[in-house]
T-cell receptor
Framework: EDQVTQSPEALRLQEGESSSLNCSYT??????LFWYRQDPGKGPEFLFT???AGEEKEKERLKATLTKKESFLHITAPKPEDSATYLC????????????FGKGTRLSVIA | KAGVTQTPRYLIKTRGQQVTLSCSPI?????VSWYQQTPGQGLQFLFE???????NKGNFPGRFSGRQFSNSRSEMNVSTLELGDSALYLC?????????????FGEGSRLTVL
């Protein structure tokens, strides 16, 4: 069974304090790993897709990396507007399989 | 370009009742997926429709059903509601389906079952 575990569950940072969120996964052949951001009262918003180990993607203060067992979302010099829940999802490489989501990391950035 | 629209945004039902939720995808998107989100379980896949055909189904009881119309709009129905059905129900659309992993989510329908 495909599984995604995200850690920590919650993270509180001071503005400018860089950190990383972790996403560990087990999947029977990885088609892709996806990062989403979810603000309170909103639906998730797509951030990145990673397909193979060693791949990196960047967007503003966010950088996502991928290994064979986990992915990291690095947040450099975060701002209060980066506060959100960050969700990781994987998709297996077998037919039309749905995304399997982790429970997310709730990030709070304090000014 | 209008986003994914879900209605109603909030609703309260009692046990045993049924509920129908609606989702209008982004124009041109033929795939609609439904997810249930709860604090304890996170996002769990319900089903996906592509061009009016159910292409995938998650591990939910038969009380949960859905359909997609020719204009790609989708509805999901939950019959004989239970307290545990209280959740945020999210709809997501995509031009190609879940294959791309890039889903566009609506803001959800928050269901409370009393």
């Amino acid at each position: 069974e495909d599984q995604v575990t995200q850690s920590p569950e919650a993270l509180r940072l001071q503005e400018g304090e860089s950190s990383s969120l972790n996403c560990s996964y087990t999947v029977s052949g990885l088609r892709g790993l996806f990062w989403y951001r979810q603000d309170p009262g909103k639906g998730p918003e797509f951030l990145f897709t990673l397909y193979s180990a060693g791949e990196e993607k960047e967007k503003e203060r966010l950088k996502a990396t991928l290994t064979k067992k986990e992915s990291f979302l690095h947040i450099t010099a975060p701002k209060p507007e980066d506060s959100a829940t960050y969700l990781c999802a994987v998709q297996a490489n077998s037919g039309n399989t749905p995304l399997v989501f982790g429970k997310g990391t709730r990030l709070s950035v304090i000014a | 370009k209008a986003g994914v629209t879900q209605t109603p945004r909030y609703l309260i039902k009692t046990r045993g009742q049924q509920v129908t939720l609606s989702c209008s995808p982004i124009s041109g998107h033929r795939s609609v997926s439904w997810y249930q989100q709860t604090p304890g379980q996170g996002l769990q896949f319900l089903f996906e429709y592509f061009s009016e055909t159910q292409r995938n189904k998650g591990n939910f009881p038969g009380r949960f059903s859905g359909r997609q119309f020719s204009n790609s709009r989708s509805e999901m129905n939950v019959s004989t509601l239970e307290l545990g059905d209280s959740a945020l129900y999210l709809c997501a659309s995509s031009s190609q389906g879940t294959n791309t992993g890039e889903l566009f989510f609506g803001e959800g329908s928050r269901l409370t079952v009393l």
